[in-house]
T-cell receptor
Framework: DGGITQSPKYLFRKEGQNVTLSCEQN?????MYWYRQDPGQGLRLIYY???????QKGDIAEGYSVSREKKESFPLTVTSAQKNPTAFYLC???????????FGPGTRLTVL | QKEVEQDPGPLSVPEGAIVSLNCTYS??????FMWYRQYSRKGPELLMY????GNKEDGRFTAQVDKSSKYISLFIRDSQPSDSATYLC??????????FGKGTHLIIQP
């Protein structure tokens, strides 16, 4: 089955730790995206990548980092510099930039 | 002015009613219009996609776009309790992805 997978589903982090969220897609999509969702805030774009080995900052990139070494993978690292990391993180992919996006199931990160 | 405005609700209607969900946008360069449905603690699921003014129907769902008014709507006929979810409008005009509304929380009362 084609789709987008995210792992883990739930993640707990102590303050000061970096954590990496996994996102994998087997849809052969060129573009991949990371969003953060907070109650009442909607979806906010963190980073996006249109092609392997290239990515751009979204609206709220501070405290986050990404890599795109393979077409099917786009991991997100939440660093200790992110002041309020507790949120629901969603990964998405699309065939190309302006196209419809398909979302993974999400990872809920909680900082203890 | 925000690029995409969407009433957060909650919107509560009885089962079987026709539901109307709406978004307005400010950037006339936007070309692609989508509606997503999101159940609690799940990823958004694409419902409808259109790129032109007019109506597009898919089963009980109808998406309507009025580019002259910068207004998009999603209609749900014969609403069911399983339609209870948050509905997100999303609009695209460039390579950096979609601009989302904040979502409308819909409750269908049995």
């Amino acid at each position: 089955d084609g789709g987008i997978t995210q792992s883990p589903k739930y993640l707990f982090r102590k303050e000061g730790q970096n954590v990496t969220l996994s996102c994998e897609q087997n849809l052969n999509h060129d573009a991949m995206y990371w969003y953060r969702q907070d109650p009442g805030q909607g979806l906010r774009l963190i980073y996006y990548s249109q092609i392997v080995n290239d990515f751009q900052k979204g609206d709220i990139a501070e405290g986050y980092s990404v890599s795109r070494e393979k077409k099917e993978s786009f991991p997100l690292t939440v660093t200790s510099a992110q002041k309020n990391p507790t949120a629901f993180y969603l990964c998405a992919s699309s065939m190309r930039g302006p196209d419809t996006q398909y979302f993974g199931p999400g990872t809920r990160l909680t900082v203890l | 002015q925000k690029e995409v405005e969407q009433d957060p609700g909650p919107l509560s209607v009885p089962e079987g009613a026709i539901v109307s969900l709406n978004c307005t946008y400010s950037n006339s360069a936007f070309q692609y219009f989508m509606w997503y449905r999101q159940y609690s603690r799940k990823g958004p699921e694409l419902l409808m996609y259109t790129y032109s003014s007019g109506n597009k129907e898919d089963g009980r769902f109808t998406a309507q776009v009025d580019k002259s008014s910068k207004y998009i709507s999603l209609f749900i006929r014969d609403s069911q309790p399983s339609d209870s979810a948050t509905y997100l409008c999303a609009i695209s005009g460039g390579a950096d992805g979609l601009t989302f509304g904040k979502g409308t929380h819909l409750i269908i009362q049995p």
